[in-house]
Antibody, heavy 120, light 110 residues
Framework: QVQLVQSGAEVKKPGASVKVSCKAS????????IHWVRQAPGQGLEWMGR????????NYAQKFQGRITMTRDTSISTVYMELSSLTSDDTAVYYC?????????????WGQGTLVTVSS | QTVVTQEPSLTVSPGGTVTLTCASS?????????PNWFQQKPGQAPRALIY???NKYSWTPARFSGSLLGGKAALTLSGVQPEDEAEYHC??????????FGGGTKLTVL
């Protein structure tokens, strides 16, 4: 069965960076985009960007351009999202989600979420 | 900056029918926006319900349906059940491979 398993909770200080991982299993890793979505406490979902694990091509939301980097390691079927220059506004649950681009099904499977807390 | 707008909250009686909508600040929502809908319950990750306007996943209950309605994407729940109480999010695709979520609709079943 398809599974996306994310790394554990993180606590970071303002100005630091965080790197969250998302390990995929149960499907052909290179065949599906992976998106990153975050949700601040009590707020809605916010799309951050996506990566094509096959080509390594990325698309980032304008808001995060310059401080977000998505990478992948095909040997372990894992995608990474690194966010730098953290502020308290980056405190949120971060999710990875899969896209089947052939069908337009974006977010058919989701990771369990990773809580990132930014606090001095 | 593109904004996607949903009703902040709606209330429906058990067994009733409710339609949630999803509007784009750039104009009418079309099939080219590939509307996706998600359900989220407190403390859980979102769960996909509808993709590409009206397509259901194998796990999507039959009472959920997606469509385009009056220039918006729409999610209709027919025969609402108590377990449908949740937050519902829409997601639209824009040129340049960019995606935008709506603000979410909190659905109360009362």
């Amino acid at each position: 069965q398809v599974q996306l398993v994310q790394s554990g909770a993180e606590v970071k200080k303002p100005g630091a960076s965080v790197k969250v991982s998302c390990k995929a299993s149960g499907y052909t890793f290179a065949g599906y985009f992976i998106h990153w979505v975050r949700q601040a406490p009590g707020q809605g979902l916010e799309w951050m960007g996506r990566i094509n694990p096959y080509s390594v091509g990325t698309n980032y939301a304008q808001k995060f351009q310059g401080r977000i980097t998505m990478t992948r390691d095909t040997s372990i079927s894992t995608v990474y999202m690194e966010l730098s220059s953290l502020t308290s506004d980056d405190t949120a649950v971060y999710y990875c989600a899969r896209e089947d681009s052939d069908s337009g099904a974006r977010g058919d499977y989701w990771g369990q979420g990773t809580l990132v807390t930014v606090s001095s | 900056q593109t904004v996607v707008t949903q009703e902040p909250s709606l209330t429906v009686s058990p067994g009733g029918t409710v339609t949630l909508t999803c509007a784009s600040s750039t104009g009418a929502v079309t099939s080219g926006h590939y509307p996706n809908w998600f359900q989220q319950k407190p403390g859980q990750a979102p769960r996909a319900l509808i993709y590409a306007t009206s397509n259901k996943y194998s796990w999507t209950p039959a009472r959920f349906s997606g469509s385009l309605l009056g220039g918006k994407a729409a999610l209709t729940l027919s025969g609402v059940q108590p377990e449908d109480e949740a937050e519902y999010h829409c997601l639209l695709y824009y040129a340049g491979s960019l995606l935008v979520f709506g603000g979410g609709t909190k659905l109360t079943v009362l």
